[in-house]
């Protein structure tokens, strides 16, 4: 198992502190990961900037830094609704295509991609056959660079692991496999060892990110009390001092067979701030985690 920090932790959303990639390649490297996954939009890699200087220019940090590119994180929304008119979903088509020319360019052999939110007047039964007509023909335009395509579970449509792996099936592609993450199942309620098992076998890649869950409650000061307000508000905390049960959700990716990459990421606003020194401190914090319970285990 390769550890990988995604360049979205040091993007400057959120408040974090912005890196550039070169900068960025040179500190996960420092920072003691086996690779990185490249951000695939501004401010970090977009293809619409990455001319083929671009490419050789993190080629040549990548290569200087003894750190390999191990994937780019696309951003899709395959619903593809909106304007009759605008072809939206050819445009994502488009784009994750690019973005397999960019991950060749770069010798990474993944683009992980989301599936798509449910809107008003659109259920899933409408968006299913359209998301899995779009990923097949990702994966299709995609096999030619080498790419294969992750689906992480992350976006309304399959986000649960028994509708995952059924989206899985349908798609039916060789290169389409899983990008599976704990949060999602963790915070739905589903057993965590079970979901990994079970989706191991078809995972190229799993971003892990730690959090607390804090209930919410609204004051009615005409009951002099107060009332839940669901959903809880979820804060990242540093990798291990969270409710997600990491421990069991590697076991149940080791015990399915899975031996793809281990992506750590600071995709929301972080215990501590956004400051450089508190961003490393959590980078550091994973390679030590996973060190002492996975990689030794």
Known sequence: MQLCLFSVSYAGLWGQHRLDLPEFIARAARLGYDAVMLMGKRPHLSPLDATPARVAELREALDRHRIRCAALGGYTDL?????????????QIAY??????????????????????EVAGTGAQELW????GALQEICDR????????????????????????ELLHDV???NCKLGFDAWSPALRGEDLYEAARRAAPHAVLTT??????????????????????????????P??????????????????????VANYEMCSPVRGGGSVENLDAYA???VRWMDEHVLRG
């Open 129 to 132: 056959p359209r998301v899995v």
């Open 239 to 260: 990798f291990g001092e969270g409710f997600i049960d990491y421990p069991a959700f590697f076991r149940g990716l080791r015990d399915g067979g899975f031996e793809g």
């Open 208 to 237: 892990n990110a730690d959090y607390i869950r804090l209930p919410r409650y609204r004051y009615r000061p005409e009951l002099v009390n107060y009332e839940a307000s669901g959903p809880e508000w979820v804060r990242a905390v």
């Open 284 to 286: 550091a914090g994973y």
């Open 142 to 165: 995609a096999a030619p660079h080498g790419v294969t395509i992750a689906v992480q579970n992350h976006h309304d449509l399959g986000v649960h692991t028994d509708a995952l792996l």
């Open 172 to 174: 039916g592609r060789p």
């Open 96 to 117: 994750a295509e690019a973005l397999a020319r960019l991950a060749e360019g770069l010798g990474a052999g993944v683009v992980r991609l989301f599936t798509a939110y």
């Open 79 to 91: 619903a593809g609704v909106g304007a009759a008119e605008v072809p939206a979903l050819e445009m």
